[in-house]
């Protein structure tokens, strides 16, 4: 039978102050990867809807280099 989440948090308390930190670093990675995975799904969601409004003509695409001289002459440089 698994444990709870409160016999879990005592069993850790029990842990020297390094292995709670490394257990810690574990569980904080864990979620990056959870949410990195959100994170990527949602990537690819906006890159999808943009490419379907420039194939339909709704958005205009505009050349990199002409973002960046924008922006750069924006920024004063």
Do not use: N
């Not at 709704?58 to 002409?66: F, L, T």
Request: charged share 40%; no cysteine; glycine share 4%.
């Amino acid at each position: 039978m698994p444990l709870t989440i409160d016999q879990l948090e005592q069993e850790a308390m029990r842990l020297s102050a390094t292995s709670r930190a490394a257990l810690a670093e574990k569980l904080v990675q864990s979620l990056d990867a959870v949410e990195l995975d959100e994170v990527q799904k949602r990537w690819v969601a906006e890159a999808l809807r943009r490419r379907d409004e420039v194939r339909s003509g709704r958005a205009k695409p505009i050349p990199g280099e002409q973002v960046l001289d924008e922006a750069r002459r924006r920024a004063g440089r």
